[in-house]
C-alpha cells in the first residue's frame, strides 16, 4: 500500500521482503475501555527464506517516522498495550502510578462491558417478544480481566527501549547556559541486592530547559567524588 522496500532483519542478510500470507496468530490489545484484535502478515526474504511477521521490530524500524508513528500498539510475549494507555504511563507523578492507572482501566472496561451487555440483553428481549427465539438466551460473555500493574510497568519498560535513541541524546545534548546541580539519598537507598549500600549521594545535572545532562552515584558528598563529573561536563561544553 505505502510501495515500500523493506529488508531482511537477518544481519548477515539485507535482500528484500516479499508477502508470504496471513500470519497465524492474532494479538489481543490492550485498550482505554477494552481490548481490540491486531493482526499481520508474514514477510519473507527472497534469499534466506526467513519468515518475520510484519510487526517485529526489525521491521517497524525501517518504516519512516509518517509510517512508524501509526503503529497502534506496544507487543509483549503474549498481551499488548495500546499507545494511548502506554502514554498514561508516562507521566508519572505523585499519584498517579502504575496501581492507580490499573484501578482506572478496570474502571473504564467495567463501566463499556455493561453498555454492551445491557444492549445485548435489549437485543434478546426483543427476539423474545416477536417469538423469534426459543428456549433460554446464552448470559454475555465474561469480562476480560485488567493486567496486573507489574505488566503496565513491563509495557512501559518495552516502551522507553524504543525510545533509547532520544534518551541518549537528550542526556548527552549541550543546549542550555544555566547548570543545576542536585544531590539527593532518595535514589540511594532504593538500591537493592549487590548494590545496597554502594553509594550514598546521587547527584543530576540539569539546564533551564528540564534536561538531565549528567547523574551520577558517590560515595561521599563534595569535590572528591564530583571532580571527575565536573571534568567531563567542561569537557562537553
Known amino acids: ?76 510475549y503474549k498481551l499488548s498495550c495500546d499507545q494511548r494507555v502506554v502514554a498514561m504511563l508516562r507521566s508519572r507523578t505523585l499519584g498517579n502510578s502504575a496501581t492507580q492507572l490499573c484501578n482506572t482501566l478496570r474502571e473504564q472496561h467495567s463501566d463499556a462491558w455493561m453498555r454492551r451487555a445491557i444492549q445485548y440483553l435489549g437485543v434478546c428481549e426483543q427476539f423474545l417478544a416477536l417469538g423469534t427465539a426459543r428456549g433460554q438466551i446464552a448470559p454475555p460473555p465474561q469480562m476480560p480481566p485488567v493486567p496486573s500493574p507489574v505488566w503496565l510497568l513491563t509495557v512501559y519498560g518495552y516502551d522507553v527501549l524504543t525510545r533509547l535513541d532520544e534518551y541518549k541524546a537528550r542526556i548527552t545534548s549541550t543546549f542550555g547556559s544555566i547548570l543545576k546541580m542536585d544531590s539527593t539519598k532518595k535514589v540511594t537507598k532504593k538500591l537493592a541486592g549487590a548494590a545496597s549500600g554502594t553509594a550514598a549521594w546521587a547527584t543530576n545535572v540539569g539546564n533551564e530547559h528540564g534536561q538531565v545532562l549528567m547523574s551520577v552515584l558517590t560515595c561521599c558528598e563534595g569535590s572528591e567524588g564530583l571532580s571527575k563529573m565536573a571534568v567531563g561536563l567542561m569537557r562537553r561544553y
Open 1 to 76: 500500500m505505502w510501495h515500500l522496500q523493506l529488508t531482511c532483519p537477518q544481519p548477515l542478510c539485507s535482500s528484500i521482503l516479499k508477502k508470504a500470507g496471513l500470519y497465524r496468530t492474532s494479538r489481543r490489545v490492550l485498550d482505554i475501555d477494552g481490548w481490540y484484535l491486531m493482526a499481520t502478515e508474514y514477510l519473507e526474504c527472497r534469499r534466506c527464506k526467513k519468515k518475520v511477521g510484519g510487526w517485529s521490530q526489525g521491521i517497524v524500524r525501517q518504516l519512516p517516522p509518517t509510517y512508524s508513528c501509526q503503529f497502534p500498539a506496544v507487543l509483549t
